[in-house]
């Protein structure tokens, strides 16, 4: 069994659809991330979480300590989040990182 | 916000030749670097952490003599792939721990083909 999991794999949306990309683990962490690569390879911080929720704009990053399940949702889709998002897991010593969730959304 | 510039961005090489690949903190200091490598439609792995002023440390089946990382400054960490052979063609990306609200900024990736 893979430390993280991310669902779904693959996502296509309409423009301004609402989005959730969701990633269970199985480990203890000290911090979740949620990053964004785009088609070029280029990789973007997102949200660093421990607890709680964070929004910044149109994304929102929720995880659930006790359930071990991080949820990112994007709000009112645009083609230009069109991207790869990847879940990935800080223990403390080490890293884990989802297969990703590939987003395409349509105009 | 912090940083982190990554060269170059793509390379083409000879099997045999040997490839170094920059992270340099443009506006922090990177006291640690973290290493991943990636292949197509494949996640992110981790190589190696080179921390500044020490040998860094290898993920288990990352061979040290053939990926060598060295962190001389707080600003400046380099992988040099030793005779590469056609099966090191990935994506190599750095990122760095940089305090901020994201904790970890990353470099802009190196696509490396060796032919």
């Known amino acids: 069994k893979n430390e993280v999991e991310q669902s779904p794999q693959n996502l296509t949306a309409q423009e301004g659809e609402f989005i959730t990309i969701n990633c269970s683990y199985s480990?203890?962490?000290?911090?979740l991330h949620w990053l964004q690569q785009h088609p070029g390879g280029g990789i973007v911080s997102l949200f660093m979480?421990?607890?709680g929720k964070k929004k910044h704009g149109r994304l929102i990053a929720t995880i659930n300590i006790q359930e071990k399940h991080s949820s990112l949702h994007i709000t009112a889709s645009h083609p230009r989040d069109s991207a790869v998002y990847i879940c990935?897991?800080?223990?403390?010593?080490?890293?884990?990182f989802g297969t990703g969730t590939s987003l395409t959304v349509i105009p | 916000g912090a940083v982190v510039s990554q060269h170059p961005s793509w390379v083409i090489c000879k099997s045999g030749t040997s490839v170094k690949i920059e992270c340099r903190s443009l506006?922090?200091?990177?006291?640690?670097m973290f290493w991943y490598r990636q292949f197509p439609k494949q996640s992110l792995m981790l190589m190696a952490t080179?921390?500044?002023?020490?040998?860094?440390?290898?993920e288990q089946g990352v061979e040290k003599d053939k990926f060598l990382i060295n962190h001389a400054s707080l600003t400046l960490s380099t992988l040099t792939v030793t005779s590469a052979h056609p099966e090191d063609s990935s994506f190599y990306i750095c990122?760095?721990?940089?305090?901020?609200?994201?904790?970890?900024?990353f470099g802009s990736g190196t696509r490396l083909t060796v032919v």
């Open positions: 990122s760095a721990p940089d305090r901020g609200a994201y904790g970890y900024t």
């Open positions: 480990v203890g962490i000290s911090a």
């Open positions: 979480l421990s607890s």
């Open positions: 990935a897991l800080h223990t403390g010593n080490q890293f884990y």
């Open positions: 506006d922090f200091q990177a006291t640690t």
């Open positions: 080179s921390n500044e002023g020490s040998k860094a440390t290898y």
